[in-house]
């Protein structure tokens, strides 16, 4: 079992749609990341999550702790948000990181 | 800041080949890791530093060695290549607050293919 799970698994839009990608975890955490990995394969830490919400652009990032789930919003999708969207928790006891297996998100113009 | 960097980008290796793939960071981050990404999988943790002198397993180190004898490196060491050791292989550095790992900064990979 997966301690890290995401939804949906793969998501087409179109351009200018807004995108919601959910991720729910089942340990207890100090912290939650989104990240992004480009089709090329490198990974960009986009948002770093304890409490609450944080946006940076077009990007909205929220997180209910008592709940144990987190979403990635995209307002205003663009041809360049297509990636793979991980979700990412660092569990509250020890010092390790836990993946969610990624949505990929594919936006057509 | 060349940030995180990794060699090699690629690598073949045959069955029972070792090598060392190497990881080195600028940022004087403490906290430094090691992930396989495999096919339907999420990436997975092999080893991690919280600092020169100090490593851990993580949920896959079977197979694997790491050493951290500065700050800036940390090369993981495959002793005796499998195939089920092919896979694409992350280095990752944050900074390290006690307690709590902030941001992580990804380098660009490593594909390894084990025949």
């Known amino acids: 079992k997966n301690e890290v799970e995401q939804s949906p698994q793969n998501l087409t839009a179109q351009e200018g749609e807004f995108i919601t990608i959910n991720c729910s975890y089942s340990?207890?955490?100090?912290?939650l990341h989104w990240l992004q990995q480009h089709p090329g394969g490198g990974i960009v830490s986009l948002f770093m999550?304890?409490?609450g919400k944080k946006k940076h652009g077009r990007l909205i990032a929220t997180i209910n702790i008592q709940e144990k789930h987190s979403s990635l919003h995209i307002t205003a999708s663009h041809p360049r948000d297509s990636a793979v969207y991980i979700c990412?928790?660092?569990?509250?006891?020890?010092?390790?990181?836990?993946f969610g297996t990624g949505t990929s998100l594919t936006v057509i113009p | 800041n060349a940030g995180v960097t990794q060699t090699p980008k690629f690598q073949v290796l045959k069955t029972g080949q070792s090598m060392t793939l190497q990881c080195a960071q600028d940022?004087?981050?403490?906290?430094m890791s090691w992930y396989r990404q495999d096919p339907g999988m999420g990436l997975r943790l092999i080893h991690y530093?919280?600092?020169?002198?100090?490593?851990d397993q993580g949920e896959v180190p079977n197979g694997y060695n790491v050493s951290r004898s500065t700050t800036e490196d940390f090369p993981l060491r495959l002793l005796s290549a499998a195939p089920s050791q092919t896979s694409v292989y992350f280095c990752?550095?944050?900074?390290?607050?006690?307690?709590?790992?902030?941001?992580?900064?990804f380098g660009p990979g490593t594909r390894l293919t084990v025949l």
């Open positions: 940022m004087n981050h403490e906290y």
């Open positions: 530093s919280v600092g020169a002198g100090i490593t």
């Open positions: 990752a550095s944050s900074p390290w607050q006690g307690t709590t790992a902030d941001t992580q900064y």
């Open positions: 999550l304890s409490s």
């Open positions: 340990v207890g955490i100090s912290a």
């Open positions: 990412a928790v660092r569990r509250n006891t020890g010092n390790q990181f836990y």
